[in-house]
Structures are given as structure tokens and as C-alpha cells.
């Protein structure tokens, strides 16, 4: 789900930052950096819906995809952070989130 949502933040046209790598990768092909990004929301949703039922899924993948955007949008355009800061933020929140439950 991270990387879908990576993959539409890429794109954006009105996002204004320095795009390096992986970044100036997908913004160069956004046709298939838009095809990439549905497909895995997609598969992320399928799994999600499977493991905890159809509302459950839904409403999680919701919720997920909300918090990691707003975390990309929060923390990608700092050029400090770097993909390790992000990696240890997401796993900090996700375990937090396995824990609380």
C-alpha cells in the first residue's frame, strides 16, 4: 500500500521538490506509474478484505491509506529524511499497531 501511494505522490503535478531516483523514475512514466499504483491499492485491499472479512478489510485499507499518505505528504518533501527515517516510522507504527490490538 506504501508503494502505491508512493507511486501517485511521484506523479502529482503540484507537488514541488527535487524528484531523484525511483521518484524521477515514475513521474517520467505516469501512465504506468498510475497502472502500478491501482493495481497494488488493489491487491493490498483483496488481502486486507480476506484476512479480517469485507467491512473489516475495507474500512482498514481505508484508514491505512489515509494514514501513510498523509504521512508521505508530511514527511517526503524534508530532503533530511531519508528512506530509512520512513522505513523506521512505519514499522514503529505498525507495531504500535499490532500491539494496541
Request: proline residues 1%; contains cysteine.
Amino acid at each position: 500500500m506504501f508503494l502505491s501511494i508512493w507511486c501517485l505522490y511521484a506523479i502529482s503535478g503540484k507537488v514541488e521538490y527535487v524528484k531523484t531516483g525511483l521518484t524521477l523514475i515514475l513521474s517520467k512514466n505516469s501512465r504506468a506509474a498510475t497502472i502500478g499504483s491501482l493495481l497494488l491499492f488493489a491487491v493490498s485491499v483483496v488481502l486486507l478484505c480476506l484476512s479480517y472479512g469485507l467491512v473489516a478489510g475495507i474500512f482498514s485499507a481505508l484508514v491505512l491509506w489515509m494514514t501513510l499518505a498523509s504521512s508521505i505528504v508530511l514527511l517526503a518533501p524534508a530532503q533530511r529524511i531519508k528512506w530509512f527515517h520512513i522505513v523506521i516510522f512505519l514499522m514503529a507504527t505498525g507495531t504500535l499497531e499490532v500491539l494496541y490490538f
